[in-house]
């Protein structure tokens, strides 16, 4: 049973161009969520959070929405940049907990 | 420069034998995680521990044995009851407290044959 879903296992974009990338969760019990980026053989490193009492984050190029309804998150690139290109990660952590649960993936490529 | 180290970058082993995989971290995290990534999958949990000389499984424990005698060193073994062993492991570390995010090592591939 899979908690927290990417459906989408690849995107291409634009140099430039928006990157939008999609993660679905089933649990209402999450309260903090993560985006991470992973490139080949190497750990994640974190990109951005949000928690559940917020609709909106942003750090520069990356902004990640929640919309708790819906239960659904986005992570935005804008612009996106080819060294962008990698695997992007969403976990979800429920409340009270030290576990995080994390999505399949999608892997991003940013066309020049 | 704190973070978290994971030895050897490669390991080979023959089918049968237990292999021990290190991590160590000096960010002074009181939590540490073990995960393993194959193709086309996410990361699973294995197992984590949130203080000295306790720890608790993940999802995907069987197989697979661990340790947490110092704060700074949480090593994973795979035992050779683990029916697939052959894949990317994966340490991390957070601080205590809720809604922090968690720090990765550079992983370990592990090759069974």
């Known amino acids: 049973d899979q908690q927290v879903k990417q459906n989408s296992p690849s995107l291409s974009v634009q140099e430039g161009r928006i990157s939008i990338l999609n993660c679905d969760y089933t649990?209402?019990?999450?309260?903090?969520f993560l985006w991470y980026k992973k490139y080949p053989a190497e750990g994640p490193t974190f990109l951005i959070s949000i928690s559940s009492i917020k609709d909106k984050n942003e750090d520069g190029r990356f902004t990640v929405f929640l919309n708790k309804s819906a239960k659904h998150l986005s992570l935005h690139i804008v612009p996106s940049q080819p060294g962008d290109s990698a695997v992007y990660f969403c976990?979800?952590?429920?409340?009270?907990?030290?576990?995080?649960?994390f999505g399949t993936g999608t892997r991003l490529k940013v066309l020049a | 420069d704190g973070g978290i180290t994971q030895s050897p970058k490669y390991l080979f082993r023959k089918e049968g034998q237990n292999v021990t995989l290190s991590c160590e971290q000096n960010l002074n995290h009181d939590a540490m995680y073990w995960y393993r990534q194959d193709p086309g999958q996410g990361l699973r949990l294995i197992y984590y521990s949130q203080i000295v000389n306790d720890f608790q499984k993940g999802d995907i424990a069987e197989g697979y044995s661990v340790s947490r005698e110092k704060k700074e060193s949480f090593p994973l073994t795979v035992t050779s009851a683990q029916k697939n062993p052959t894949a990317f492991y994966l340490c991390?570390?957070?601080?205590?407290?809720?809604?922090?995010?968690?720090?990765f090592g550079p992983g370990t591939r592990l090759t069974v044959t």
């Open positions: 991390a570390s957070r601080r205590q407290g809720t809604s922090y995010e968690q720090y």
């Open positions: 649990n209402s019990m999450f309260d903090y």
């Open positions: 976990a979800a952590n429920p409340s009270g907990t030290y576990k995080y649960i």
